[in-house]
């Protein structure tokens, strides 16, 4: 059986570790938060498939490529992952690093919230990499 590929989530000049944040969740469990789907796919340019937006001649901010057959698959009771990016002594802002086919699932399907877990920065520390990128 071949070894299963590392997960990361790359947002340059960093990547991070997807596996190490499951990790680390599951020796410090926590409560989960409820994410406003609607809100954080509108952010995330999961809102529409690519060819909606298209149509609408609009480009999302962000986005997600995601599989749009994959994302209908999904188990959307495992919860999303944010991160704290802020600076020190900044209020916390947050970006989701894992969960972008469960978010598109939920649209696709009328879902309004999620599940999700959130990091501190201290914990966004631990699975962050620099990784330079050509």
């Given at each position: 059986?071949?070894?299963?590929e590392?997960?990361?989530?790359?947002?340059?000049?960093?990547?991070?570790?997807?596996?190490?944040?499951?990790?680390?969740?599951?020796?410090?469990p926590?409560?989960?938060?409820?994410?406003?789907?609607?809100?954080?796919?509108?952010?995330?340019?999961?809102a529409?498939?690519?060819?909606e937006?298209?149509?609408?001649?609009?480009?999302?901010?962000?986005?997600?490529?995601?599989?749009?057959?994959?994302?209908?698959?999904?188990?959307?009771?495992?919860?999303?992952?944010?991160?704290?990016?802020?600076?020190?002594?900044?209020?916390?802002?947050?970006?989701?690093?894992?969960?972008?086919?469960?978010?598109?699932?939920?649209?696709?399907?009328?879902v309004?919230?999620?599940?999700?877990?959130?990091?501190?920065?201290?914990?966004?520390?631990?699975?962050r990499?620099?990784?330079?990128?050509?």
């Amino acid at each position: 059986m071949a070894a299963k590929e590392k997960q990361y989530f790359h947002a340059p000049p960093f990547r991070y570790d997807i596996d190490a944040a499951w990790r680390l969740i599951e020796r410090s469990p926590r409560e989960t938060h409820r994410i406003k789907v609607s809100e954080w796919a509108r952010a995330l340019g999961l809102a529409k498939t690519p060819e909606e937006y298209q149509a609408d001649g609009k480009i999302p901010l962000v986005n997600y490529n995601v599989d749009e057959e994959y994302a209908k698959t999904v188990d959307i009771s495992k919860p999303l992952i944010f991160v704290d990016v802020s600076g020190k002594g900044e209020e916390a802002t947050y970006i989701m690093i894992d969960g972008g086919h469960r978010l598109r699932r939920a649209v696709i399907e009328g879902v309004e919230e999620l599940p999700g877990y959130a990091l501190d920065k201290a914990e966004a520390a631990l699975i962050r990499e620099v990784k330079f990128y050509r």
